[in-house]
């Protein structure tokens, strides 16, 4: 289907086993056009970090191979670290740098001259809402400013690939959506994004395909739209379990003393709806969100 796009990431057949006995992925093969915001989702200890520590090369795979932008990160990996920037899951800006001396010696460090420098320094902390605080030492910052200094010296890099792991963790709402507009106006100039997070607006809104990985394997690879297709119902009901029937439905999903029923048609919905009104029992019909799919494919509990 995307015969037609330049493919900035192909891994094929990545593994990697720690230690000699923790298998963290298991022949992972994917691609990612460029242009893409690309989204890796999956339960903890799916593998995402490991796969982006792969494709960074921080680390290297047991077995497989991936190239970013034609180079092999097991052949070539010091052409790939022209190419890319990172933000790591973990890391925190710290120390009296400040968010300008992070994204200003970033670039300097990248061979940027210096206007350049300047220039795309200033642009990114102005994306990330951190200019009027540049001048500001990190270790006096909040958490979510600290991460925000940190995203600001990826973007300001320039580098045609970049990768993060969950950039928008601690971050609030407002900062969230600065750093999808960041990402997507990016994208849109030509740059190649694959990030990861747990949280499934994050991934609707700002990827244009996604992949959900469990257990160091690919279930599914494709729009939203496309993996929402793969959950055979259209609707959701949340009710409280004591004011239904359950042996009248097939497909339902325990939250403590709540149930969340999937129905596969317009009139079930609106018929378990109208019977819950009848009761005095709130209840609406939504569609399926991607965290439905997510929590089928990726093992979630059902009854
Ligand atoms: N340095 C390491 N040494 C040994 N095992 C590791 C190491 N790093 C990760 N693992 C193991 O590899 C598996 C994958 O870990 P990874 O960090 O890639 O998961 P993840 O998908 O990023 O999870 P999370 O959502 O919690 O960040 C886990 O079982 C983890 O315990
Ligand atoms: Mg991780």
Redesign the pocket.
């Known amino acids: 289907m995307n015969h037609n796009h330049e493919s900035a990431i192909i891994a094929k057949g990545i593994s990697k086993t720690?230690?000699k006995k923790?298998q963290?992925l298991k022949g992972m093969d994917l691609t990612v056009n460029k242009g893409e915001v690309f989204t890796i989702l999956?339960?903890?200890?799916?593998?995402?970090?490991?796969?982006l520590r792969i494709l960074c090369t921080q680390l290297m795979p047991t077995a497989g191979d991936a190239t970013i932008l034609g180079d092999s990160v097991v052949k070539n990996p010091e052409a790939i670290r022209n190419n890319i920037a990172m933000v790591p899951?973990d890391a925190m800006a710290y120390a009296n740098f400040t968010p300008w001396d992070y994204a200003h010696n970033f670039c300097l460090l990248r061979g940027m001259d210096k206007p350049t420098a300047k220039k795309k320094a200033e642009e990114a902390l102005k994306a990330m809402l951190m200019w009027d605080m540049r001048s500001k030492p990190c270790q006096s910052m909040s958490g979510g400013e600290k991460r925000r200094a940190l995203i600001a010296a990826t973007i300001a890099s320039d580098a045609p690939v970049m990768m993060l792991d969950?950039p928008t963790s601690g971050l609030d709402a407002i900062g969230r959506r600065n750093v999808w507009s960041t990402l997507r106006e990016r994208a849109a100039q030509g740059k190649t994004i694959i990030l990861?997070t747990?949280m499934m607006d994050e991934a609707e809104m700002v990827s244009d395909r996604l992949a959900i990985i469990n257990k160091g394997e690919l279930i599914i690879v494709g729009t939203t739209a496309e993996i929402k297709k793969q959950v055979p119902f259209k609707y959701r009901v949340i009710v409280p379990e004591s004011e239904i029937d359950k042996s009248k439905f097939s497909d339902i999903t325990k939250i403590g003393d709540r149930l969340v029923i999937y129905l596969k048609n317009d009139e079930d919905a609106i018929e378990l709806v109208r019977e819950m009104l009848k009761k005095g029992v709130q209840a609406e019909a939504a569609p399926v969100t991607l965290e439905d799919a997510f929590v089928r494919l990726a093992g979630g509990e059902l009854l």
Not at 42 to 51: D, E, L, Q, R, V
């Open positions: 720690y230690d923790t963290a999956g339960p903890n200890g799916a593998g995402k970090t490991t796969f899951q969950e990861t747990h």
